[in-house]
Structure formats: structure tokens, C-alpha cells
């Protein structure tokens, strides 16, 4: 299943993008934009993290990474500094 959205940001949501990204917690502002729905999802109780790790299991299907590589990202997601509005 897939959503494809196209759009431009601007203010507030503009910034928080911008700040993901320069935080390195993501490396370009789509990644930044999936990273903060997924976080989202899981602070709103939308998504567990039973959920999360399946959804990441499904995606390494379709684009293998290595478990190292899958440990890493789980890892700098959650240490990333992330701006709160």
C-alpha cells in the first residue's frame, strides 16, 4: 500500500523538516517527513513498536539492509534530537 503526496511546506512544518535534516537524524527532507509521521504515529498510540519493527522488516524486504545497518537507523532515530512543537 502506498500514498504518494506531492506539496510544498511552508512555516512552521518548512522548519521542523529543515531541522530533522540538520540534526542528521534523516538525510534528505522526505526521509525527515517519514521519520516524523512514524514518530507520530507511535507517540499518538497509532503504531506500536511491535508495528514499527514489522513495518521495517517489510520494507528491508523490498530494499535489503543489512541488520547492522536496520540496528543503526532504530538507533539514531531514537537518539535524535528531535525539535517538539
Not at 511552508?10 to 514518530?39: C, K, W
Not at 517489510?58 to 532515530?77: F, Q
Request: glycine share 10%.
Amino acid at each position: 500500500m502506498g500514498v504518494d503526496l506531492k506539496g510544498r511546506l511552508r512555516g512552521s512544518h518548512a522548519r521542523v523538516v529543515q531541522r530533522i535534516v540538520a540534526s542528521g537524524a534523516a538525510a534528505d527532507p522526505q526521509q525527515a517527513v517519514e521519520q516524523a509521521l512514524l514518530h507520530y504515529g507511535e507517540h499518538a498510540g497509532l503504531l506500536g513498536e511491535a508495528d514499527l519493527l514489522r513495518e521495517l522488516r517489510r520494507e528491508a524486504a523490498e530494499k535489503p539492509l543489512s541488520d547492522g545497518s536496520i540496528v543503526k537507523g532504530i538507533r539514531r532515530a531514537r537518539s535524535a534530537d528531535l525539535p517538539r512543537l
